[in-house]
């Protein structure tokens, strides 16, 4: 099929790091916006990016634009649109939306509007209209409208891409996937030295890392798209794409990635997580607390992702933990890069070290800052380049 614009949708903050991605990928990046980036290609470049990317959320491929003042416009406007040649009469249908427009009181009235347009023309055609509803592990379409401008998307990924399919067990407070990609891909490591993820929780950080130096695709695990529910789906070339993106996956790396957590149960949770990703042999697990964490002699990167401390309570009692993720910087790490992701600023400053880089995140709605940390000391690489 013809190439189309591509919208990667990703978390706000994030857009040069997919945008770095893309271009890793061979894909040109024609704009960015506040949270995704454009591209361009065919139905086969939407399957290979859901299956590749690892900082994107949503792979949207756009098949068509244009000006509606209403519902009834933007009905009358989408009724037009060959949607028999997308999805089938027997299918299912779900829409989703963004949308700013004066004369929309209720956010619903247009998805049920372009929903109607939709399996109106689809039953116009065939004479049989596919089933809908808000489940989105089949068909979704994506509605842009904002003022008069509308664009209308098929979400080719339906479920985020976040969902690599292999945390079965969450953990406390997690870091969605796709933004734990984001965060490694910020610092200096090189993915040829030591890569340290204290507090490790559910082990998302330590296992986007293990998936990374493997070169292991990030929707390897994912058994379902919502590309595989479209009419120009074709399992041949799914299958072709996913055998030439799948790599081999390597019986060691010659560097170590080390996990651990002061909680058992934790430190199991990471190990369950990381064995359905194919990389628990990747993958150092150790119970200890962070300020016992194993150093290795050869300097990389120590990421740390403590809690933020909601309360007044919580906060007092994180400042000496925070001091302590310091302390830790200063004697046990030198020639390392230091790396502490945080929603509260005020607890940042209680590092007590001064800081390389401030990188803004956002974490859901809470605006995070990934704080870098040069630990000079004894011999050190020649400066690492970031990469996806």
């Given amino acids: 099929m013809s190439e189309r614009p591509i919208l990667v949708t990703c978390p706000k903050a994030c857009p040069p790091y997919l945008a770095a991605e893309l271009a890793s990928l061979g894909y040109a990046v024609t704009s960015e916006v506040s949270n995704g980036v454009f591209t361009r290609g065919d139905y086969d470049d939407c399957m290979q990016l859901n299956l590749t990317l690892r ?80 489940e989105r592990d089949q068909a979704v379409v994506f509605l842009y409208w904002q003022g008069e401008e509308v664009c209308l998307y098929l979400d080719t990924s339906g479920v985020p891409l976040s969902n690599r399919g292999y945390r079965l067990m969450p953990g406390k407070a997690p870091l969605r996937e796709n933004l734990a990609a984001s965060i490694i891909a910020a610092t200096q ?60 996956i390597p019986d060691s790396l010659p560097f170590p990635i080390i996990a651990s957590d002061i909680n058992r149960q934790a430190i199991q949770a990471a190990q369950t997580n990381a064995r359905k990703a194919g990389v628990d042999h990747l993958i150092e697990f150790r119970v200890c607390d962070f300020k016992e964490s194993p150093i290795p002699e050869d300097p990389g990167v120590i ?71 040069e630990l000079y000391g004894g011999t050190r690489r020649t400066k690492f380049e970031s990469r996806i």
């Fill in 55 to 134: 900082t994107g959320l949503r792979v949207l491929w756009q098949v068509d634009s244009f000006s509606a003042l209403d519902g009834e416009d933007l009905y009358y406007q989408a009724n037009r649109m060959p949607w028999e040649d997308w999805i089938s009469e027997e299918g299912y249908l779900s829409i989703v939306s963004s949308i700013r427009n004066d004369t929309v009181n209720n956010t619903k009235y247009p998805n049920l509007r372009l929903k109607d347009a939709i399996v109106d023309r689809i039953r116009e055609q065939t004479g049989q209209r596919p089933n809908s509803g808000n």
């Fill in 189 to 248: 490591w090189d993915r040829a030295s030591p890569f340290l993820n204290p507090m490790c929780g559910s082990g998302t950080l330590a296992i986007e890392a293990a998936l990374m130096a493997s070169g292991i695709p990030g929707g390897q695990a994912r058994d379902n798209f919502a590309f595989m529910h479209f009419l120009p789906y074709q399992i041949a070339a799914h299958e072709r794409i996913r055998e030439a993106v799948k790599k081999r």
């Fill in 303 to 373: 990421v740390l992702n403590p809690e933020y401390g909601e309360r007044l309570g919580e906060q007092r009692k994180l400042e000496a933990t925070y001091k302590d993720i310091g302390d830790l910087f200063k004697r046990r790490c030198p020639g390392y890069w230091g790396y502490v992701f945080t929603g509260n600023r005020e607890l940042g400053k209680r590092v007590g070290l001064k800081t390389k880089r401030k990188i803004e995140f956002y974490n859901g709605p809470i605006e995070c800052r990934l704080l870098e940390y």
